[in-house]
């Protein structure tokens, strides 16, 4: 399937159907659009200490490259690819404190950066070690207590992150909230779920209480090169000075929610942060894994932010319907709003952009 979205959204038809339940579509974009993004990694308490080893997934379920964050005797942290680099075995299997890597398969041991240090019964063997032979290291990026990894980026971390950079300070002093955090399995291509979060054209039709706390009127999305912004005004609005948004968009916000292509979502709230990461599973699963950051307890049960989880029942299940629904053959493709769909129509270029590569 390729497709073509008309820039002018005026003119513009939505990607056919078939892109939300085409095999073919969903291996294509976890290839392109999913192998180089940037991702949230881990928070930096997995590796607080040198010595400590976090092994993780790059989009587990989706992509699933095996990758190793390290803190070394330095104080230095690397991300790493966690397969060895004689026969691909997993290094390391389990987070914990160590002095080095070793692979329990043959016994080859590398250095917390990943260099290669010793391997047995390798003696004549010709022109080894060489470079090859260390663990291949992955780019990271740290932003406040938040680490970020891509394995082949389509473009530098500060490019793709860099409206919320500019505008909100740090999550530096943030404190991770387990009991907030927690896993939605979704009956759905990831896209929908996407475009879903992309517009509050339907806050009025399926949000009543969320918009009871919001103004419809003001709502407003920016476009930005690798995603968008949307920005809810209402009465439980930040604190005046936080945000560095410029002061015409900087008054009582209620909530910030950024997207970054393709399954990024930063929600800032007075209380603090939500975390959405979009997780392909199949052309009709999707998991979304909420991670909850607060900043200031006694804002939790203010506006925008105090509803989270009932949003997300009231998002999944429209959401969900539209699986069903563009499934159907009396349907291809839809017009857009103007003024309401603009950060959708924003997306779908970006996809068909990454189908077309
Ligand atoms: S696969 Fe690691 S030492 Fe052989
Ligand atoms: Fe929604």
């Known amino acids: 399937v390729t497709f073509e979205i008309h820039p002018d959204i ?13 095999q073919d579509c969903f291996e294509r974009l976890r290839k392109t659009a999913f192998r180089n993004s940037w991702q949230f990694a881990a928070d930096l308490d997995q590796v607080k200490v040198p010595g400590q080893v976090y092994p993780f997934s790059f989009i ?17 942290i690397h991300c790493i690819s966690n397969v060895c680099t004689h026969r691909g075995a997993l290094v390391c299997e389990h987070a914990g404190n160590e002095r080095y890597l070793r692979c329990r398969y043959h016994g080859r041991r590398f250095g917390l950066n990943g260099s290669f240090e010793h391997m047995p ?43 919320a950079l500019a505008a909100v300070p740090p999550p530096t002093e943030y404190v991770y909230d387990a009991s907030r955090s927690r896993d939605y399995l979704v009956k759905a291509n990831w896209a929908l779920y996407v475009d879903n979060y992309l517009e509050g054209f339907h806050i009025p039709f399926v949000h009543a209480a969320l918009n009871e706390v919001i103004d419809y009127g003001t709502y407003r999305t920016d476009l930005f090169p690798w995603g968008t912004l949307q920005t809810a ?31 990024l979502m930063l929600n800032f709230y007075p209380w603090g942060l939500s975390i959405n990461v979009v997780k392909p599973l199949a052309a009709d699963r999707t998991k979304v894994s909420f991670i909850c950051y607060v900043r200031d307890p006694s804002r939790l049960s203010d506006g925008a932010g105090a509803q989270l989880d009932r949003v997300e029942r009231e998002d999944e299940s429209v959401v969900e319907a539209v699986q069903r629904g563009v499934q159907s053959g009396l349907y291809n493709r839809g017009r857009y709003s103007t003024k309401r769909e603009t950060g959708p129509h924003h997306f779908h270029r970006m996809l068909a952009r990454a189908l077309s590569e």
């Not at 009465?235 to 910030?256: C, E, H, M, N, T």
């Open 121 to 163: 019964e390798f003696e004549g063997v010709e022109g080894f070690p060489s470079e090859s032979d260390s663990l291949r290291s992955v780019q990271f990026e740290q932003w406040g207590r938040l680490l970020f990894c891509a394995v082949e980026p389509a473009c530098p971390f500060s490019e793709w992150m860099e409206p």
């Open 233 to 263: 005004y209402g009465s439980d609005s930040f604190d005046d000075g936080f945000l560095q948004l410029p002061p015409d968009q900087a008054q009582g916000v209620a909530a910030l929610y950024y997207w970054f292509f393709p399954n």
């Open 10 to 22: 005026a003119k513009a038809e939505a990607p056919p159907s078939e892109v939300y339940s085409s």
């Open 60 to 76: 587990e379920g989706c992509v699933d490259e095996p990758l190793l964050l390290t803190r070394d005797t330095s104080d230095q």
